[in-house]
């Protein structure tokens, strides 16, 4: 028996740019595939897009990258990508079907912040935690994580899976039904939730990221510090918007929120929006908080 050889990320990721850029779509997305079955962060986009904007000006690759989602590469880097090459291309309105933060981002009280249930969560998801410094896979920065919560037996934490279940099920339901959105129409036929704590000292932040193997995320805030009171610094507080630096903004096609966490909070937003969290800044107090995310589960 012979097998076809798997590609190598960096060449198969310029294989499938070419691929595009000859106007096949539907031959650069198959390939697309094969490389997300080998590395489902879609890390290797970086090169696809490097040679897209080489081989083209930015304002021209927007009706490319719709045909690749259209022909079936939807996950939320493409749909990142879509949104961007919209903003090149000059055309805001299909930035903002993707990206308008009033439409599809929830921000919502599972319960209040005096709720019995959070001291006992706080003192679950504090436990058995491992320590991030500064992984290159992920966005944690000097932070501790509790991975794969949902995986674990705790009543308290099937209690809580079930709870933002139901919460993220209703978000989900109350979304429009958009056959011509890229993200609407990319819903997974079967659900699944996943999660892991974040347990965050002073220094503690995330750098601008999506998820990548997802199609809504979210998080609930178990415990938070006095210290997020500062509106004006803003410590400890979620920002969902571009990536400063990409010069998108509300105007050209892509706004932003900034979230004040309070313990009883659940934000939920499609796997595509890019977040950031600012550092507390305070060595004394930690906040508490569960990300999880709705993803595909394989029928
Ligand atoms: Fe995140």
Known sequence: MTY???????????HAAFLL??????????LCHRLQAIDGRIEWIGGFIDLLTWAMPRPQLYPLVRALVDAGFANPCSFDLLAAT???????EAARALTDPARF?????LHGPDDPV??????ELSRDLE????????????GWRRNHLEQDESPLLRQMFQRLQTMALDYIARLPAEPDNPFLRARPDRLGLRGWSVVSGAETHHVSHLHPKSWVNGVYYVAVPRVVADAVEKPGW????PAVERGFNAENGWDERW????PGLVVLMPSHFTHETRPLNQADERRICVAFEVFAQPA
């Open 4 to 14: 076809a050889p798997l590609p190598d990320l960096a060449i198969g990721a310029r």
């Open 86 to 92: 919209a903003i090149w291309a000059g055309k805001p």
């Open 131 to 142: 320590h991030f410094q500064q992984p290159s896979s992920r966005a944690i920065r000097m």
């Open 118 to 123: 959070l001291p006992l969560l706080a003192a």
């Open 105 to 109: 981002l929830q921000v919502a009280a």
């Open 259 to 262: 979230i004040q966490p309070q």
């Open 238 to 241: 979620l920002r969902v918007g």
């Open 21 to 30: 850029l000859q106007g096949r779509a539907a031959a650069a997305a198959e």
